[in-house]
T-cell receptor, first 114, second 112 residues
Framework: SAVISQKPSRDICQRGTSLTIQCQVD?????MFWYRQQPGQSLTLIAT?????????ESGFVIDKFPISRPNLTFSTLTVSNMSPEDSSIYLC???????????FGQGTRLTVV | KQEVTQIPAALSVPEGENLVLNCSFT??????LQWFRQDPGKGLTSLLLIQSSQREQTSGRLNASLDKSSGRSTLYIAASQPGDSATYLC???????????FGAGTQVVVTP
């Protein structure tokens, strides 16, 4: 199994600012994913982060709003840019080795935009 | 497009009763199905992973079945305890990268 550490665990931010969320895995993983969970809803995939290449974004999510870095096989960051109250959500990092292996999640970042 | 549905949305049982949580998906072309537990305001804890070729998986008081052809999975939790109170999410993997498609979850309350 993999242990995933996410920082910060929570933050309150002013609208118009940006927040970078860090995700550290205790072992090398092939794939890392970023999900958003809006209040009272389930998880929605934002993007897939591959080491050494640009992240792949899901429909409705764009790089300018959610830039992602994946500098190595154990680390990734997600930035929420130019925030508005609608960005208030829990953001979760996930990691896995391949499609047939278990996915593990960080503890999430609870973001409130005021 | 794959859709994942969980029924019921909420469930309240007295301690000691068995829990039955249902998950259905519209496209049977999945690689695997995973059950997670989420405590309020927290991340996800993986409970069970069932590969598409498997019919069930067991871990302690938890048992999950998978009927891929009918697009259904059921999570059974035996002899429920107040500590089992949480939201339970099922998710399917439908692509080679391992992206997950989640259901909306079942919120479980086990009363002492």
């Amino acid at each position: 199994s993999a242990v995933i550490s996410q920082k910060p665990s929570r933050d309150i931010c002013q609208r118009g600012t940006s927040l970078t969320i860090q995700c550290q895995v205790d072992s090398q993983v092939t794939m890392m994913f970023w999900y958003r969970q809006q209040p009272g809803q389930s998880l929605t995939l934002i993007a897939t982060a591959n080491q050494g290449s640009e992240a792949t974004y899901e429909s409705g999510f764009v790089i300018d709003k959610f830039p992602i870095s994946r500098p190595n096989l154990t680390f990734s960051t997600l930035t929420v840019s130019n925030m508005s109250p609608e960005d208030s959500s829990i953001y979760l990092c996930s990691a896995g080795q391949a499609r047939n292996t278990e996915a593990f999640f960080g503890q999430g970042t609870r973001l409130t935009v005021v | 497009k794959q859709e994942v549905t969980q029924i019921p949305a909420a469930l309240s049982v007295p301690e000691g009763e068995n829990l039955v949580l249902n998950c259905s998906f519209t496209d049977s072309a999945i690689y695997n199905l995973q059950w997670f537990r989420q405590d309020p305001g927290k991340g996800l804890t993986s409970l069970l992973l069932i590969q598409s070729s498997q019919r069930e998986q067991t871990s302690g008081r938890l048992n999950a079945s998978l009927d891929k052809s009918s697009g259904r999975s059921t999570l059974y939790i035996a002899a429920s305890q107040p500590g089992d109170s949480a939201t339970y999410l099922c998710a399917v993997t439908t692509d080679s990268w391992g992206k997950l498609q989640f259901g909306a979850g079942t919120q479980v309350v086990v009363t002492p």
